[in-house]
C-alpha cells in the first residue's frame, strides 16, 4: 500500500510563492496519475491540478490556472506543485493523492472518487 506524505506548507503572503511536495513511499508512483486537492474551513474537498501517469498531460482548476504547475519527478517518487502569485482564498489544507488504476489517466481527473490514496494534507496560509 503506497503511502502519501505531504510538505512545503506554510504562511506566505498574498502574491509569494511555495512548493508542495508529495513523497510516495511502499508502492509503485511512476505508473499512476496524481492529483492535487485542497479543502478550505467550512467548504468541500476540490480538485486543484492533475497530472497524467506518462506525465504528458496536465489538467488545472480554473482558479488555479496561469499560477500553479503540476511535476513529478519519478525517480524521486515525488509530485510537486508550484504556487505562484498566492491569494488569500488559496488558503486550505493540501492533498495529493494516486489514482486507482495504474496506465491510466482517469476522466476527469477531477473526481475524488477517482483516486484511492490520499495523504495527510499540508497546510497553506495565505495572509492579504
Known amino acids: 500500500q503506497v503511502q502519501l506524505v505531504e510538505s512545503g506548507g506554510g504562511m506566505v503572503q498574498a502574491g509569494g510563492s511555495l512548493r508542495l511536495s508529495c513523497a510516495a513511499s511502499g508502492g509503485t508512483f511512476g505508473s499512476f496519475a496524481m492529483g492535487w486537492f485542497r479543502q478550505a474551513p467550512g467548504k468541500e474537498r476540490e480538485f486543484v491540478a492533475g497530472?497524467?501517469?506518462?506525465?504528458?498531460?496536465?489538467y488545472y482548476a480554473d482558479s488555479v490556472k496561469g499560477r500553479f504547475t503540476i511535476s513529478r519527478n519519478n525517480a524521486k517518487t515525488t509530485l510537486y506543485l508550484q504556487m505562484n502569485s498566492l491569494k488569500a482564498e488559496d488558503t486550505a489544507v493540501y492533498y495529493c493523492a494516486r489514482a486507482k488504476t495504474p496506465f491510466s489517466t482517469p476522466q476527469p481527473m477531477d473526481v475524488m472518487q477517482h483516486y484511492s490514496s490520499w495523504g495527510q494534507g499540508t497546510q497553506v496560509t495565505v495572509s492579504s
Open positions: 497530472l497524467s501517469w506518462s506525465a504528458g498531460s496536465t
